[in-house]
């Protein structure tokens, strides 16, 4: 009776913080990825990788990687004891712990609040909750429309719904970008 | 017997603010919002313009994210404060007192290609910054711009002391900001930093600050803040 009930609040990751966003509207958020699962390879925070990291299957990554990660159809999880040091091209990426390095993923990133990231990023979607520390370029490659072929008419007017959506009909990030920060170019 | 409960529940708890208000966060606050005129000219310019790239050196605002990348827009966040914080960059001076190695610091942080922005977002940064940086600063944006670019900066009008509330900013649409209050931040090395007014800048002051740049645009706010936009 004098107990004050609390709140129950969403556990880890789980919960949405206020000011994440990214996910667009209708389409299917990609797994999350807080803690290992079945059929995710997963390195322990004790351990310590130098080198070219590549593999074809989902990863959790808890310890320490310097070099480069590859994982072109596959997820990136760095767990909150996760240090990188390394680029990573992956399908999806999401970042709880530390990351230096450029991040290229062909669907999302997503950074949690208790993420760090020093580098760039370029995907289609980007999820940055609050509390994160996020330093670098955000490149939003949106996908581009399919081109009308020749058994289908031209479309006489093209109807913008939204911001997002005018974005990606005018192929805002195809344009040509200004050029890349000293230190891209030093890498490169 | 719950109006029992309730009363004694005020009673450890010191009133009745408690019951109503959640318990703040250390870093999530509630947000207020507030009219723009500054961020409504600066939306107005950018305007119809594809492939743009704008600069954010606030406090990490996954909002101003949002607000650019959905237009197109290249984004490059950088909290510039924050990082000027971290205590790599404290060197001695001459009489030994600690002060901030702007050179070091601008060897690290800031460092873009000259006139690769279109845009740049201070917020209200230069109030909150060390002296010795306040001018590199603003002098390292100058470099970093495109000409035309424009930079969209907040200043306080009266000095409200140094315990005057620092905002994290997020756009909210073409001319509203929400202000979300910041009591302290940590910076990649984790050292905590509290966040104090360090002075007021007045007119004259601010068009000094900007000398290099081509013209300055003062929006005077009902709630004590001076918004300039200003040109490179």
Known sequence: ?188 | MGSVAQSLRKLFRGGSSSEQAPAPQPRAQARSSRRSSGLGELTRALAGRDGLCVLDIGPTSPDNIQHFTELGYKVYSEDVLLASRDCQYLTADAEGKQAVDEKRFLAENLNYAPQTFDAALCWDMADYMEEPLVKPVVARLWSVLKPGGLVLAFFHTKDAGPDAPFYRYHIAGTDNVELQLLSAGSSRNGSTAGWRLQRVFNNRHIENLFRDYANIKFFLARDNVREVLVKR
Request: glycine fraction near 14%; avoid cysteine; hydrophobic fraction near 35%.
């Open chain 1, 1 to 188: 009776m004098w107990k004050h009930k609390e709140e129950e609040q969403p556990e880890g990751g789980a919960g949405r913080a206020q000011g994440s966003f990214g996910v667009a509207p209708g389409r299917p958020e990609s797994p999350r990825m807080t803690a290992p699962v079945s059929g995710t390879a997963h390195i322990g925070r004790s351990v310590l990788i130098k080198g070219e990291l590549s593999g074809s299957e989902d990863l959790y990554l808890d310890g320490t990687v310097e070099g480069s990660i590859e994982l072109p159809g596959n997820n990136l999880s760095v767990g909150p004891n996760g240090r990188v040091r390394a680029g990573i091209r992956a399908r999806g990426v999401v970042i709880e712990g530390k990351v230096e390095g450029d991040i290229e993923a062909s669907e999302r990133v997503e950074l949690r609040k208790t993420a760090v990231l020093t580098g760039s990023i370029v995907t289609q979607r980007v999820s940055i909750e609050d509390g994160a520390y996020f330093k670098g370029g955000v490149d939003v490659k949106r996908q581009a429309a399919p081109a009308p072929t020749a058994t289908q008419p031209p479309r006489p007017e093209v109807k913008r719904e939204s911001v997002a959506a005018s974005a990606a009909a005018s192929g805002g990030s195809s344009a040509p970008l200004p050029k890349a920060p000293l230190a891209e170019q030093k890498k490169s």
